[in-house]
């Protein structure tokens, strides 16, 4: 990650368009918060690592918080963006299938840009602006995820909203172990896929029993 900080260090002396240099700063900020964590997204440190002012810095940002949810919707939008893209050339395939497509665009991802938004999203941290805006992001990134498995596997919408979190939860568990160097990239891929089949398995049980239930009683009345 700081590798790429350099880089956007080494191009900050150029004049860059406004569109370009606010990716920059976004990027920059989303490298430190990888390796310091949130409370490492001070307009300094941004300043500094991209090789210009404050001033400049908040010219894009009115303040920090402006800033960490820029990194979040930035990080969010092109993982949508990766996300769709595997998730149309996986249709028909199987949930399964599409969580791994999910998977490998996290891991893509978090390669290029580091993991540090990933673990924010969905947090519960001290901003409850960041908290809100963070989960509002995961909600819409889920929301094919949910309009697929209501269809594939007849659940009420309630249940696929359960489901996908437990999803986001098992993705997130298997990405913090892969973070830490517990985990290779194909074990992560691999162990979350398995987990979201079980989850997946577990909750199309449901309607198949009541399905059985109902041939059953209906082959009671129907018996002499």
Same mark, same amino acid.
């Given at each position: 990650?700081?590798?790429?900080?350099?880089?956007?260090?080494?191009?900050?002396?150029?004049?860059?368009?406004?569109?370009?240099?606010?990716?920059?700063?976004?990027?920059?900020?989303?490298?430190?918060?990888?390796?310091?964590?949130?409370?490492?997204?001070?307009?300094?440190?941004?300043?500094?690592? $991209? !090789?210009?002012?404050?001033? &400049?810095?908040?010219?894009?940002?009115?303040?920090?918080? #402006?800033? @960490?949810?820029?990194? =979040?919707?930035?990080?969010t939008?092109?993982?949508?963006?990766?996300?769709?893209?595997?998730?149309?050339?996986?249709?028909?395939?199987?949930?399964?299938?599409?969580?791994r497509?999910?998977?490998?665009?996290?891991?893509d991802?978090i390669?290029?840009?580091? $993991? !540090?938004?990933?673990?924010? &999203?969905?947090?519960?941290?001290?901003d409850?602006?960041? #908290?809100? @805006?963070?989960?509002? =992001?995961?909600?819409?990134?889920?929301?094919?995820?949910?309009?697929?498995l209501?269809?594939?596997?007849?659940?009420?919408?309630?249940?696929?909203?359960?489901?996908?979190?437990?999803?986001?939860?098992?993705g997130?568990?298997?990405i913090?172990?892969?973070? $830490? !160097?517990?985990?290779?990239?194909?074990?992560?891929?691999?162990?979350?896929?398995?987990?979201?089949?079980?989850?997946?398995?577990?909750?199309?049980?449901?309607?198949?029993?009541?399905?059985?239930?109902?041939?059953?009683?209906?082959?009671?009345?129907?018996?002499?």
């Amino acid at each position: 990650m700081a590798r790429k900080a350099v880089r956007v260090a080494r191009r900050a002396g150029r004049r860059l368009p406004a569109s370009e240099r606010r990716r920059e700063l976004v990027r920059v900020a989303a490298d430190l918060m990888t390796s310091r964590g949130v409370d490492g997204v001070q307009f300094a440190e941004v300043a500094a690592a $991209a !090789g210009v002012t404050r001033p &400049l810095v908040y010219r894009f940002f009115p303040n920090r918080q #402006a800033l @960490i949810i820029a990194v =979040l919707e930035d990080f969010t939008a092109e993982l949508t963006s990766r996300f769709g893209h595997g998730f149309m050339r996986s249709i028909p395939g199987s949930n399964v299938e599409v969580a791994r497509v999910f998977v490998e665009a996290l891991c893509d991802l978090i390669d290029e840009r580091g $993991a !540090g938004p990933w673990h924010l &999203l969905d947090s519960k941290g001290p901003d409850p602006e960041i #908290a809100r @805006i963070g989960q509002k =992001l995961v909600d819409e990134l889920m929301a094919p995820w949910r309009a697929r498995l209501v269809e594939a596997i007849e659940i009420s919408p309630r249940e696929s909203m359960t489901l996908a979190r437990m999803i986001v939860a098992a993705g997130r568990a298997a990405i913090e172990l892969w973070s $830490a !160097g517990s985990l290779t990239r194909a074990e992560v891929v691999r162990d979350t896929t398995r987990g979201v089949s079980a989850l997946v398995e577990g909750f199309a049980a449901g309607p198949r029993e009541k399905a059985a239930r109902g041939e059953r009683r209906f082959g009671r009345k129907r018996s002499p």
